[in-house]
């Protein structure tokens, strides 16, 4: 098999793809893949890693044209094509590159954020508008001595939302971010709504107010991208349509 | 002041340093949200009492602070375990008030499940994925008081001047452009050094930087042979399976369908400790009742669908991603790995090295509170209790420290700059990531889990040939500019020197406690071992020493699970 890589540094006219073969042997992710590439055929290859076990939400980069992270995606299972995602069309994920799927395994940087160099890109505008949403905690009464209580019945539905790893994946994979590329994007208001839903909260429609903006609710066309690609799926769709209609029903109380 | 590192306890420093008005910030050669902190799956002890024994009793701190020393085989510092132990309810509920969506009882209380070597259901949890849910929330409180973060900065080196410890160096990664940070305190906080063993739980970017770093400034390192080994590392990548599993119920099986921790730890079973459970099942698989490729099984599939969707879900999740096993179906295979550096940078009870102005806590430190082998569930606590504690520390001494000088600060960036200019410019010699595999290689084989003198020693003279080695070590890549390749030729040498320690210290420890099992002394030696291993760097040479455990409440026992 092949990984044929996206390259892009400062002093290069264009960018380029480079092809690399390997033997994939049983378990071979994309991120081992790459460390092979980095070890036996280019060490200049740049690309983020940390934990290796999807947690850590740093590796993910667009493979085979889908948004992932790079250490949960199995070559082998992309090359069955067992790890076919159908999504919304958008321009970066045009067959736009000569690829060959049943032999080669495709890897570019994560689509909607400025690349630094090869697959590395710089996350600070999607962390930007996490804190836009101003992601802290507000909680309706004074610190008690001991826990607040929390009916265990609320928590399934919290960490639908607190799952989420803020890798971005699905900030690169909705078609709304590249057509408005100031829209806040679906991990930063489902991490709205994760507060608004907090039952310790004042659940207050204030907080939803924060994203009530063109840019923030009002702009997801409902794609659904974001849920297909979530490695831990996060539903910001349910969160957005659930946002609206509490919107909607305080405009109609007026 | 300044704090190395983005981890729990970098952040919980961070809130602290940022509630006391004084001004810092944070370097971290990551993301913060990409520290191993994340990646904590079981929990955080702390004796609630939320939970009932088994005869109706209730818990509390000190039944937690002797399970703890109990578990060190008794080397731990009481002193600092007391004081660990008495934050621990404090520090649970502090991470409930900043908005910690902790698992909960029918009645609302924070959900506590047993875990190994504890007496009590102790363990709070946020299902299986408690460091993610722990890390968010500090996060979250730092970003909204706005401190300063330099991100992907990577420490080259601290700065020393008339004897302290005035700041530090830092290459920014995306750049390569060599920083200096001047203050008047350093806080490490940098997390474990399991990358120097080739199969370990932790993530690829835990390789000691903190230590060595602290280790080149003349602070001795601590205790550092004594390196857990977690039972259940998923088979193929190693990835964490959490004792939480075993806290739900799941037990281990070998070839022979036998549950073999009957045999070794009639009372507690599956449910000893880590050091107890992962030389079990390493017995296991070299007499034969392992699986082939080297594993046995853990079993869930008795607890079915709805308990493995509750309370164990990120688990189900990696087992299906990374070894294309479903634990409600079929049994996980998993093999002992490294997880846990219980030694670190030599600190007092207050988190203060011997370097004036810099401190440390956290997994990269030893203030002793895990001693021979750490309880699960108490690293999480240690990294929240500390880094409030330390940062507590030095916003105490901040204001007797001098104004630091530039000077020593400039010239430090210049040192850097030259050595990693000489490093660019070396020929092409060996390949770095040959030599990182290799190091790896060799500290499990001979720092693993059953020790003997004569392969420690030979692996000792493997660990120096490999120094002498680095030497001409070059990266192919000649750009500063996002050079990851340089930054592990850097992290390289950080993990050889850390290397050296371990093997010194596990040679001259003739006993077996805790983790550090010898086969040529395989009991423990409380005569001439109950002591502190120190050992730091004098005159270029790794210098040894020892010092008193600080015990108090409990007299050392045999420990029988």
Known sequence: MKIKVYRDHDGMKNSRYDTFELEPKPGLTVLGALFQFQQNFDDSIAFHYSCRGAVCGTCAMLINKVPRLACRTQVASLLNGDLKIPLSPYPAIEENVEWDSKEEVLVEPLPHLPVIKDLIVDIGKFFDYYKDIEPVFKPADSTPEKERLMDPGSIPELELYTNCILCAACFGSCPIDDSDPEYLGPAALAKLYRFYIDPREENGIERLKIADIPLGWWDCKFHGNCRRVCPKDVPPLIAIAKAREQLEKEGEDL | ?561
């Open chain 2, 1 to 561: 002041m300044i704090i190395i590192g983005g981890g729990l306890t970098g952040l919980r420093a961070a809130l602290q340093i940022s509630n006391s008005g004084l001004s810092g910030a944070l370097i971290s050669k990551v993301h913060p949200l990409r520290s191993h902190s994340v990646a904590a799956q079981g929990g955080m002890n702390a004796s609630l009492g939320n939970v009932p024994g088994d005869d109706g009793a209730s818990d509390d701190w000190k039944m937690h602070a002797y399970d703890t020393v109990k578990g060190s085989d008794y080397l731990a510092d009481q002193d600092a375990v007391e004081k660990m132990c008495n934050e621990a309810a404090a520090t649970v509920y502090e991470l409930e008030h900043m908005g910690t969506v902790w698992s909960r009882l029918e009645n609302g209380k924070i959900a506590q499940r047993p875990f190994g070597g504890a007496g009590f259901p102790r363990t709070c949890y946020a299902a299986d994925r408690t460091g993610h849910n722990a890390l968010h929330t500090l996060y979250e409180q730092v970003l909204d008081r706005n401190f300063p973060f330099y991100e992907e900065f990577f420490v080259t080196s601290l700065v020393k001047d008339r004897g302290r410890c005035i700041g530090c160096t830092a290459i920014e990664i995306m750049t390569g452009k060599i920083h200096g940070f001047i203050s008047k305190a350093v806080l490490m906080a940098t997390g474990g050094f399991g990358r120097v063993f080739n199969r370990s739980t932790n993530a690829l970017i835990n390789t000691g930087d903190g230590l060595a770093l602290a280790l080149g400034a003349g602070v001795p390192l601590k205790d550092m042979e004594f390196v857990q080994f977690h039972p259940t590392t998923l088979y193929g990548t190693n990835i964490l399976m959490s004792e939480g599993a075993r806290g739900e119920g799941g037990i281990l099986v070998n070839s022979q369908g036998e549950r073999f921790m009957e045999k070794y730890a009639p009372n507690s079973v599956d449910l000893a400790p880590r050091d107890v459970v992962a030389r079990s099942i390493e017995q296991e698989i070299r007499e034969g009742r392992g699986y082939d490729e080297g594993y046995v099984h853990l079993d869930l599939t008795h607890l079915g669908f709805d308990r493995i969707m509750e309370r164990l879900p990120g688990i189900r999740q990696i087992a299906m991603d990374f070894a294309g096993v479903d634990p409600i179906k079929e049994p996980i295979p998993v093999q002992p790995g490294q997880h846990y550096s219980m030694g670190g940078i030599d600190v007092d009870i207050n988190g203060s090295t011997i370097l004036p102005g810099l401190y440390a806590a956290g997994e990269c430190a030893c203030i002793s509170v895990h001693g021979a082998n750490r309880l699960g569930g108490n690293s999480l606590l240690e990294t929240v209790v500390f880094g409030r504690l330390v940062a507590d520390t030095i916003i105490n001494d901040i204001n007797n420290f001098q104004k630091p000088d530039i000077l020593p600060i400039e010239s430090a960036v210049n040192d850097v700059e030259s050595k990693i200019k000489e490093v660019m410019e070396r020929k092409k010699g060996a390949n770095i990531f040959d030599v990182k595999d290799e190091m790896t290689e060799l500290m499990f084989q001979k720092f693993g889990i059953f020790r003997n003198g004569q392969r420690m020693e030979k692996g000792l003279n493997e660990i120096l040939k490999m120094e002498d080695k680095l030497s001409e070590l070059t990266p192919n890549n000649k750009d500063l500019a996002v050079n990851q390749t340089l930054i592990q030729f850097l992290e390289l040498e950080g993990m050889l020197k850390i290397a050296e320690v371990v093997a010194k210290g596990a040679i001259k420890r003739e006993e077996s406690r805790g983790s550090h099992m010898r086969t040529d002394h395989p009991n423990r030696d409380d005569e001439n071992f109950l002591k502190h291993t120190l050992i730091g760097l004098e005159d270029k040479n790794l210098n040894i020493k020892y010092k008193p455990v600080t015990l108090g409440m409990f007299e050392p026992k045999e420990r029988v699970y």
